[in-house]
C-alpha cells in the first residue's frame, strides 16, 4: 500500500474527483498543451472545479501560465522553491473566457508543495474549513497517474478521435467505475470532434 492510499484509508472522507479530457487513444497532451480546441470541455471544466480547490503537476500549471481564478490553485513540484508567473496561456484564457454563473469563492494561491500527499493535505484542509467536500485533481499525466488509485470520482471528457500526443491519461479498466451520468455531443461543422461528459464512480472493493 503506498503512502497515499494509506493515508487516504485514516484519514475522514473528502472525495478525490479527477477532472480530464482524454481522446480515444488516451492521449491529454501535446508539447505541453492540448491537441484540441473544445470550448464547450472548458466551460465544463470551469462549472465543475469552480470554488474548489485544484491539485496539478508543475508542467500542467506552466501551461496555464497563471492561477485559474475562483478557485485554490495546488502545484506540485519537487524541484520548485518559487513559481514563475508567466502571462496567461492560450489554455489560461480559453478556460477563463468561458461564461459561469458561480462567484468565486477561493484564494487563488498558487499553493506550492513538494509531494502529492502534502498537497492534498493541504487542499483537504480547506474544503473541511469551507464546509466543502471534493478536491480535484486536474492533471497533467504524471499526477494522474500517481493520484488514480485514491480517486472516487473521475469527470472524463472522452473525445471520440485519436490524436497523436505525448502525454497519456493511465489506462484504467471501465468496468470498475459505474457511470453517473453520460452526455453526448455530437461534433461541429467546422471539424471540431465529438466527445461525451462522463462522471463515474469507483465501484466498492475495485
Ligand atoms: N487533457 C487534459 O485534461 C489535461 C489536463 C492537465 C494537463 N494536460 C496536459 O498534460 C501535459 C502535462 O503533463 P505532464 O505529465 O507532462 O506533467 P504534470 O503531471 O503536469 O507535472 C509533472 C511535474 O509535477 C511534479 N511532480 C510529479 N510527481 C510528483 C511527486 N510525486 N512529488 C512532487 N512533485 C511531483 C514534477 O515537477 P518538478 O519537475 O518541478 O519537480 C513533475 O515534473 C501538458 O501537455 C498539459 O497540457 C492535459
Known amino acids: ?4 492510499e494509506a493515508m487516504s484509508e485514516i484519514k475522514p472522507r473528502v472525495r478525490i474527483s479527477s477532472i480530464a479530457a482524454m481522446a480515444e487513444n488516451n492521449v491529454i ?5 492540448m491537441p484540441w480546441h473544445l470550448p464547450e470541455d472548458l466551460k465544463h471544466f470551469k462549472r465543475t472545479t469552480i470554488g474548489k480547490p485544484i491539485l496539478m503537476g508543475r508542467k500542467s500549471y ?12 495546488i502545484v506540485i513540484s519537487r524541484s520548485y522553491k518559487d513559481l514563475p ?3 496567461p496561456s492560450e489554455i ?10 458561480v462567484e468565486p469563492q477561493n484564494e487563488d494561491g498558487p499553493f506550492l508543495y513538494a509531494s502529492i500527499e502534502d498537497g492534498i493535505e493541504a487542499a483537504r484542509e ?14 497533467g499525466g504524471e499526477i494522474y497517474k500517481q493520484t488514480l488509485p485514491v480517486i472516487d470520482r473521475l469527470y472524463i471528457t472522452l473525445i471520440h478521435r485519436e490524436y497523436e500526443g505525448d502525454t497519456y491519461f493511465p489506462e484504467f479498466d471501465w468496468e470498475d ?6 452526455e453526448k455531443h455530437d461534433g461541429s461543422s467546422d471539424d471540431g470532434p465529438a466527445f461525451t461528459f462522463f462522471t463515474l464512480d469507483r465501484k466498492k472493493n475495485s
Do not use: C
Open 1 to 4: 500500500m503506498t503512502y497515499i
Open 85 to 87: 508567473s508567466n502571462a
Open 62 to 73: 506552466e501551461s496555464l501560465g497563471k492561477p485559474l481564478p475562483g478557485r485554490a490553485n
Open 126 to 139: 480547506m474544503v473541511e474549513e469551507q464546509g466543502l467536500d471534493d478536491i480535484f485533481i486536474t492533471g
Open 92 to 101: 489560461h484564457q480559453g478556460m477563463e473566457a468561458v461564461a459561469h454563473k
Open 177 to 182: 467505475w459505474s457511470i453517473i451520468s453520460e
Open 29 to 33: 497532451g501535446k508539447d505541453g498543451g
